[in-house]
């Protein structure tokens, strides 16, 4: 039996570490060609590519700004002229700002709609230009948009519009057989999620899932991996909250 995702060529953004890493190498090891974008962690997209490599697949790293569209769109052309292809997007890059919403300064706050949101936009519009017929775009928010935790103000408001964005778009992608979901991971034990918790809000959090823990990456990824087989073709203009039950 081939893999799911064999002769299939995927772009990941953000993918040097944490959750988009796990994507990367969960779409490597179902056959997919991964190009491994990041913003400016060279090493550690290199090491995501290695992993992925080992496994069978291949892979290269690419350096893009998604909030740029030229950056955006020289990704996609060399994905493109390096596979012949391209068939699945992960738009998973993204800047998670937490900070009392009375002290968000302007600059924060458009920083935080250039990346999470426009990065969003110019793949997906990239996506329905040049996106294979029968491909698939997974938009990664966040469960944090149902929970109302102070200081998430203007990061859920991104994740906010990245889910109705996800929503409405999907029935123009239909008539290319292009699927365009979101998935929404709870918390997650990441390399860098811990920093600035204290304990008493990470307890707290375990707490809220079904399973009294953290998620782990993998799990977001297999999520993932699913939506962008031949299995889940039936399934858009989905949120699926990934969470172990949070909310």
């Known amino acids: 039996m081939s893999p799911a995702l064999q002769d299939k060529v995927a772009i990941v953004t953000g993918a040097a570490t944490g959750i988009g890493k796990a994507i990367a190498l969960a779409l490597g090891r179902a056959g997919a060609k991964v190009v491994v974008n990041h913003l400016d962690m060279p090493d550690s997209a ?84 040049r996106m294979s017929a029968g491909g ?14 102070p200081g998430y103000g203007v990061y859920d ?11 409405v ?35 707290g959090l375990e707490a809220m899932s079904a399973f009294g823990r953290l998620g782990e990456p993998a799990e977001i990824a297999a999520v993932v991996a699913f939506l962008a087989s031949d299995e889940a073709r039936w399934v858009t203009g989905q949120n699926l909250r990934v969470n172990g039950g949070t909310v």
């Open 46 to 129: 290199e090491d995501a590519v290695h992993a992925i490599v080992r496994s069978g697949a291949e892979s290269i790293p690419m350096a893009g700004d998604v909030s740029s569209r030229l950056q955006f769109e020289a990704v996609v052309a060399t994905t493109i002229e390096r596979f012949g292809r391209w068939d699945v997007l992960v738009n998973n890059a993204g800047i998670a700002l937490v900070k009392p919403f009375g002290e968000v300064t302007e600059a924060e706050f458009e920083t935080s709609f250039s990346v999470n949101v426009k990065g969003v936009f110019h793949g997906c519009q990239l996506a329905l230009e």
């Open 169 to 203: 778009i999907s029935k123009e992608f239909g008539p290319r057989r292009i699927t365009v979901n979101a998935v929404s991971p709870g918390a997650t034990e990441t390399e860098t999620y811990r920093q600035g918790k204290s304990d008493q809000f990470l307890a």
């Open 157 to 167: 408001a991104t994740k906010g519009a990245i889910e109705a964005m996800t929503h």
């Open 136 to 149: 698939r775009v997974i938009n990664i928010s966040s469960s944090t948009t149902a929970l109302m935790f």
